[in-house]
């Protein structure tokens, strides 16, 4: 489906009904990278609404009058109060999705998860990057350019890994525009005009974070903490992709998150 806001086009899927759960990929993929390896948490459970988006400049969204985080951040608080109302929700965002998602910090966010997220930071204090599994026999048989992006993003190199790659997050690189990704916004239109989180979060707050992760670190996550007194924090020994390395472990702590998310829905809300 499509949520029309002037000129711009936001493509988004729906499953399930109930609380509205909203989920943002990371950069340079699209929602298809999230929804594989989320749905199966969900499986089991009735009452939440998952609601995927393809942020602007990638998958399906048409947005070419976007420029800035701070534009997609108006996007998206117009679709909620289009889609969404005045209910309550709660976002999961990885990576670049991540820091989306802090931008939605608002009386009607009950719920946060942040998997791996950037933060409001130019120089990230990030490990070196580190490399266990590798698997060169199956690399030899991968393009050039998607080889190097799965180096680039992924510790543990094997088979597997590559395969889950190649399905999930390789077909959404195919739709991004990588020209505006690769332009010089991240210089000037990345970040938002000030921290997302000035001001303190209290909602029910998850951050997975990689310990092995040379792409955001995780040292700088320390910091977010402090600004969300509810969060429950969780280092992994994996790398920026931690949900395709250590899956069955985030899977496990966002089905708990979600647990603790039954019963915060509350009809009085004040919208964003």
Same mark, same amino acid.
Not at 125 to 131: L, R, S
Not at 187 to 192: I, K
């Given at each position: 489906?499509?949520?029309? &806001?002037?000129n711009?086009?936001?493509?988004y899927h729906i499953e399930?009904?109930?609380?509205?759960?909203?989920?943002?990929h990371a950069?340079?993929?699209?929602?298809?990278?999230?929804k594989?390896?989320?749905?199966?948490?969900?499986?089991?459970k009735?009452?939440f609404?998952?609601?995927?988006?393809d942020?602007p400049?990638?998958g399906q969204?048409? !947005?070419?009058?976007?420029?800035s985080?701070?534009?997609?951040?108006e996007?998206?608080?117009t679709?909620?109060?289009?889609v969404?109302?005045?209910k309550?929700?709660? !976002?999961?965002?990885?990576?670049f999705?991540?820091?989306?998602?802090q931008?939605?910090v608002?009386?009607q966010? &009950?719920?946060?998860?942040?998997l791996?997220?950037?933060v409001?930071?130019?120089?990230?204090n990030v490990p070196?990057?580190?490399?266990?599994?590798r698997?060169?026999?199956?690399?030899?048989k991968?393009e050039?350019?998607?080889r190097?992006?799965?180096?680039?993003?992924?510790?543990?190199?094997?088979s597997g890994?590559?395969q889950?790659?190649?399905e999930?997050v390789?077909p959404g =690189?195919l739709l991004?525009?990588?020209?505006f990704?690769?332009?010089?916004w =991240?210089d &000037?239109?990345?970040f938002f005009?000030?921290s997302p989180?000035?001001?303190q979060?209290?909602?029910? &707050?998850?951050?997975i974070?990689?310990?092995?992760?040379s792409i !955001?670190?995780?040292?700088d996550?320390?910091?977010?903490?402090? !600004?969300?007194?509810n969060?429950?924090?969780?280092l992994?020994?994996a790398?920026h992709?931690?949900?395709i390395?250590? =899956?069955?472990?985030v899977?496990?702590?966002?089905r708990?998150?979600v647990?603790s998310?039954?019963?915060?829905?509350?009809p009085n809300?004040?919208?964003c």
């Amino acid at each position: 489906m499509f949520f029309q &806001s002037n000129n711009d086009k936001l493509f988004y899927h729906i499953e399930g009904d109930g609380y509205p759960v909203l989920i943002l990929h990371a950069m340079g993929t699209d929602h298809h990278a999230m929804k594989k390896w989320i749905e199966p948490i969900f499986a089991a459970k009735e009452g939440f609404q998952r609601i995927y988006v393809d942020l602007p400049w990638h998958g399906q969204s048409v !947005c070419k009058g976007i420029k800035s985080s701070e534009e997609v951040r108006e996007l998206l608080f117009t679709f909620i109060m289009k889609v969404v109302g005045t209910k309550q929700f709660s !976002c999961i965002g990885h990576s670049f999705g991540g820091y989306i998602a802090q931008g939605l910090v608002c009386p009607q966010l &009950s719920g946060l998860c942040l998997l791996a997220p950037a933060v409001h930071k130019k120089n990230r204090n990030v490990p070196e990057k580190a490399v266990y599994g590798r698997e060169d026999i199956s690399l030899a048989k991968v393009e050039p350019e998607v080889r190097t992006a799965f180096e680039t993003l992924m510790v543990y190199q094997s088979s597997g890994n590559l395969q889950t790659f190649l399905e999930e997050v390789q077909p959404g =690189r195919l739709l991004a525009d990588i020209e505006f990704l690769t332009s010089s916004w =991240r210089d &000037s239109g990345y970040f938002f005009n000030k921290s997302p989180l000035a001001e303190q979060y209290t909602g029910t &707050s998850l951050i997975i974070a990689g310990k092995l992760d040379s792409i !955001c670190g995780y040292k700088d996550y320390y910091e977010l903490i402090e !600004c969300m007194p509810n969060s429950t924090f969780v280092l992994l020994q994996a790398g920026h992709l931690l949900h395709i390395e250590k =899956r069955n472990s985030v899977q496990f702590l966002i089905r708990e998150w979600v647990n603790s998310l039954e019963g915060s829905d509350d009809p009085n809300v004040t919208a964003c």
